[in-house]
């Protein structure tokens, strides 16, 4: 496996090495990564709705982001697992709007032709058929963790049109992005020339105008407008501490 910091980015440079905690804030509205390069970054959002315009999309909600540095340039098939343990500090029962997600922003095509978010997370639909491992570990502490060979994702906006010919869903239930599953291998093989990037996606739930980190995580949307806090006790790709 090539070492992180040995990916190189779009412009042909080494990428920022992942040296832990090589992390930064892309934060929205009324939501903040506390202390977010250190070793326990906690992730909050308040109550509340703002003017529009912080999103690309026109959202008014608090989203917090935790961007990891390091994976600019990284080819789709050099992604073997994700996982990250956090705990939940907000003093409510646990819902599914409150657990934390990946984004993955990409350059699916290879060519800057299409950028898409892969979304990996169990508070969306297919929730069920995505088989994303969620373990408690502790008193209000969970466990995430997802393969590249047998978990799945999705894709924000749905695959772009071809060519190439775009994969097949494994779970179909609907139009909607969020009602369809793609197996990793699947987007592997369709997009070989596909890979991670630090890019303004111009997806309507990130931050506009701003060029985030090719991984990211984060809790709620763009219409989030409730109050959750949790802490991130470690983040893992492919099995190494980022």
Known sequence: MIPFSNYPNRQGHAAAASAFPSRVDHSVNKAHVDSYASASPTLRSSTGTNDSGAFNGGGTG???ILGVIGFDGMKFNELVSLSFDWTDLTPLPATLERLPYFNLVTDI???GSSFRIVNISASLPPAT???FAITQIGADRWR???SAASNYVQIVGGPPAGPPVPPVPVVNNGPLWSQQAFAWPDIVAAYPDGFFSDVDS???G???GVV???FLVALGGSSNA???SIRLDSILVNGVAV
């Open 109 to 111: 095509k290879g060519d």
């Open 202 to 204: 111009l997806d309507r």
């Open 129 to 131: 058929d995505n088989d």
């Open 206 to 208: 990130m931050p506009a």
């Open 144 to 146: 995430y963790e997802w």
């Open 62 to 64: 608090n989203k917090p």
């Open 226 to 228: 409730r109050q959750s």
């Open 212 to 214: 985030t980190r090719a």
